[in-house]
């Protein structure tokens, strides 16, 4: 099959260490699962398979208020800087999480901090005297230090990681900030999970086959609806919505509204405000249970008064209905019907309202998901996927320690690019830069494939999406960087971002999904009965794609500059003109000649023919090229010496070449995860 | 299409392998002293390099992996893990050499030399069945 054609490659090699080995160790039952929240924050352990729990603070506590202060010599964390608020507004930071991953332009809501931007980088201005700037990582990074303090304490022994919970409409710099706030709190990060996805995996809904899940979250000042699909192990955001202004707080403040104007106070105080609030909280609380409650509050001048739960429901009712709005919105977003949902599931001290269930129930046609407690689902679901990560077993769970088939991409003529080999240690990152065909293309469609044949049609397909918004630029100039990350828990994230422009698109897959042992063999053994056959099709297309490649750029390049007689006279216009029918012919005549037949020697013999055609195209133009490159040197190299033209264009050669190397396997600790 | 067929350039390095420890491996498992060739020299280098490694007893897994600007590219590193069942086992002076039977097709012939002088030094691969290389050489066409 091979056509001796003997070259000295002149490459001289060094022997690596193995691929395999570059692998991180795993730490079973050290990770950590964190819900990093705007009004508080919990950590959360399922060690080796256990049940989750949330962990408490020295004094029992188990949710850290997300408050940071800054306005003593320390830094204090949690209940006692909330203490300092009322003393300190403006040196207390609370609800940083709004943010995180912002531009001093993006600050649209009202908050008590004076903010600086030094750099482009916003930061709160907490003291003067010091001068102390803090940026909204460092706030968060401080919140994220004392929960895994706490988790230390637990474990007796160092954190490995953490699954740290963002929003799911959080965007990439929010994302990044995320992450960057578990760097500085020493956390490696693991992965960070969509809020809802955490809900659903805390409620085991990952194991099941597929199905659709709306996550209603109503915490003390946010409301999310999320709806999910579930396809081959993977949960997909199809739709978000909710209302950042929206919260159990206001239910309060309505409440609290009612209670100041029952006092018959029609200007009340701050303190009476304060404290109509907090009996508010503590009113709405109890009607969760009770029907109506009975109470004294001396400081409003009232004395038993009743306040029934129907009272308090037609007080929130207009607030609840703004929450049924925006989930009826998502399922048309998503393009669902309630029915075609699998299951609802509630996140957030809000959702205890009974009102709040009864029309969840009554929008989505059945009852929602209620038996872990809704403000500590999402941390339960972190700590579960922390511990998977971590290299923990859990049941339901497969982990594998090698890529059982090689992961890779289609590229042009059908062939397979393998980003990931087979046999490659788990978890495993590896990137790889792939680039334009023609100045036509604005998009690439990255068909991710898995398995060991040479052609794309003959391996599984795991998935298929389109990078739109390349922009236009010569062949072979667009870069468009393909990442291929495969976790712990065999999740492959593939990440196609074209360098330029920066625009983005990403995919998760899990390959192993409906994977058998024996599937493998047969797919593996299958590649080696094939192996001469696919090699004999890999160079036919590959002699396919380039002779394709070089007559567009002679066309390209003879309709640009072939008017110009004296870079193509009449002869050799003649002759490339032949030379580009009898490419089309050979193109055509080797669609024939493959078309019935699969024997090797045929297609061998297609690709042979295809590849003289190109030879012969490549050396007829060749001169032309030659002139076009002097007229083109002449023209943007004016007053260049000689010898530094040809280091530019050795350096630019060389960079076109490098640009379509090989996989990189990323070994940096800091990429892991993205 | 394993190679099976051995030709006389190879011949010699073969039997010059059996002479060391090599006779008992390329007995039992698949030989590809047909068809790949180690030197002397770069078996040496590969014995003294494993030794500096601290794993004196690990192999060289030497195979062809699809990539690269032009296609195909080496890939050479250490190698901890035994051969698996289907790898070609070339043993040369203690030094085993192991290549997967996929790879084996397109080294088929290919001399595996260590190269000393100007360029530096390095190992040098013949392989009869390359086309033509990139400008870096670590892509080789078939």
Redesign the interface.
């Known amino acids: 099959m091979s056509k001796i054609n003997l070259q000295d490659t002149g490459a001289l090699f060094q022997i690596a260490e193995p691929t395999a080995a570059q692998a991180a160790p795993r730490a079973p039952g050290r990770g950590i699962g964190i819900d990093l929240g705007t009004t508080h924050s919990l950590v959360a352990i399922a060690p080796q398979g256990a049940a989750p729990r949330v962990l408490a603070d020295a004094e029992g506590r188990v949710i850290l208020p997300s408050v940071v202060s800054y306005a003593g010599e320390r830094v204090v964390v949690g209940a006692p800087a909330m203490a300092q608020q009322e003393e300190h507004p403006e040196r207390v930071v609370s609800s940083v999480k709004r943010f995180m991953g912002r531009g001093a332009a993006d600050i649209e809501f009202s908050h008590p901090y004076q903010l600086v931007g030094e750099g482009g980088v916003l930061r709160i201005a907490v003291g003067d005297e010091p001068r102390r700037h803090v940026s909204p990582i460092e706030v968060s990074a401080e919140l994220l230090r004392a929960l895994k303090q706490r988790a230390e304490a637990e474990l007796g022994g160092p954190v490995d990681g953490a699954v740290i919970t963002v929003p799911a409409y959080f965007d990439d710099a929010q994302r990044q900030a995320t992450r960057d706030a578990g760097r500085i709190a020493g956390l490696k990060v693991y992965r960070l999970l969509a809020e809802p996805t955490a809900a659903a995996l805390a409620y085991g809904l990952d194991r099941g086959e597929h199905g659709v899940f709306a996550i209603y979250d109503l915490g003390g000042g946010t409301f999310d609806i999320s709806v999910l699909r579930l396809h081959a192990g993977v949960f997909q955001v199809l739709a978000t919505g909710g209302d950042s202004a929206l919260g159990g707080d206001d239910f309060d403040r309505a409440l609290a509204g009612h209670l100041l104007a029952r006092a018959g106070l029609g200007e009340p105080s701050r303190r009476q405000v304060e404290s109509a609030r907090i009996a508010a909280r503590a009113l709405k609380e109890r009607l969760s249970a009770a029907d109506s409650v009975r109470i004294d509050l001396e400081s409003l001048g009232l004395v038993d008064l009743e306040v029934t739960r129907a009272e308090l429901e037609a007080l929130i009712e207009p607030l609840a209905q703004r929450t049924i709005k925006a989930c009826k919105a998502a399922l048309k977003d998503a393009g669902l019907r309630a029915a075609e949902l699998d299951g609802v599931v509630l996140v957030g001290g809000s959702t205890r309202v009974p009102r709040i269930r009864q029309l969840v129930e009554m929008t989505f046609g059945r009852p929602p998901l209620t038996n872990i407690d809704p403000d500590q689902v999402v941390a339960h679901g972190a700590a579960i996927q922390a511990d998977i990560l971590s290299g923990s077993e859990r049941p339901g769970v497969t982990l594998l320690d090698v890529v059982p088939l090689s992961l890779g991409l289609e590229t042009m003529g059908g062939i397979v690019e393998k980003i990931i080999p087979r046999n490659a240690t788990i978890p495993i990152s590896a990137r790889q830069v792939f680039t334009n065909y023609s100045e036509q293309q604005t998009g690439m469609v990255i068909h991710v494939v898995q398995g060991e044949r040479e052609l794309a049609r003959d391996n599984r397909s795991l998935a298929r999406f389109e990078l739109k918004g390349i922009p236009r630029l010569p062949p072979s100039m667009a870069r468009v960087e393909v990442t291929f990350q495969l976790d712990a828990d065999a999740l492959l994230t593939v990440t196609a971002r074209e360098l330029m422009t920066g625009v983005k698109q990403a995919v998760e897959v899990k390959p192993t999904h409906g994977l058998s042992a024996e599937e493998v063999d047969r797919l593996v053994i299958e590649s080696l009965d094939h192996a001469g056959e696919d090699y004999s099709a890999r160079n036919l297309a590959e002699a396919r794609v380039e002779l394709g490649r070089v007559i567009l750029a002679v066309r390209r390049a003879v309709g640009e500059v072939g008017h110009i007689e004296s870079l193509l006279p009449p002869d050799d216009r003649m002759a490339i003109e032949t030379a580009l029918s009898e490419a089309d012919a050979a193109m055509v005549a080797m669609v024939a000649m493959v078309a019935g037949s699969t024997t090797e020697s045929d297609t061998e013999a297609a690709a042979a023919s295809l590849t003289r055609a190109r030879e012969r195209l490549e050396r007829i133009s060749e001169p032309f090229a030659a002139r076009r490159m002097q007229r083109a040197l002449n023209a943007g190299m004016a007053g260049k010496s000689l010898d530094e033209i040809e280091a530019a264009l050795a350096d630019e050669g060389l960079d076109a070449r490098r640009g379509g190397h090989s996989a990189a396997l990323i070994q940096d600790d800091d990429e892991h995860g993205e | 299409?394993h190679a099976h067929a051995m030709s006389s350039s190879t011949m010699s390095s073969s039997t010059k392998s059996s002479e060391s420890s090599a006779a008992a491996a390329s007995a039992t498992a698949p030989s590809v002293a047909a068809s790949l060739v180690v030197t002397s020299r770069a078996a040496k280098v590969?014995r003294e390099?494993l030794a500096r490694r601290g794993t004196p007893q690990a192999a060289?897994?030497l195979g062809i992996?699809?990539?690269?600007?032009t296609?195909y590219?080496?890939l050479?590193?250490?190698?901890?893990r035994e051969p698996r069942a289907?790898d070609h086992v070339l043993v040369k002076d203690g030094v085993r050499v192991v290549v997967d039977?996929?790879s084996m097709?397109?080294l088929?012939g290919t001399e595996v030399d260590f190269?000393t002088g100007m360029?530096?030094?390095?190992?040098?691969?013949?392989?009869?069945?390359?086309?033509?290389?990139?400008?870096?050489?670590?892509?080789?066409t078939?």
């Open positions: 299409m590969m390099q060289i897994r992996r699809g990539g690269g600007c296609g590219s080496y050479f590193e250490f190698e901890d289907s039977p996929k097709l397109l088929k190269e360029r530096g030094h390095g190992f040098k691969f013949t392989n009869p069945n390359t086309q033509g290389s990139c400008g870096c050489g670590e892509s080789i078939f």
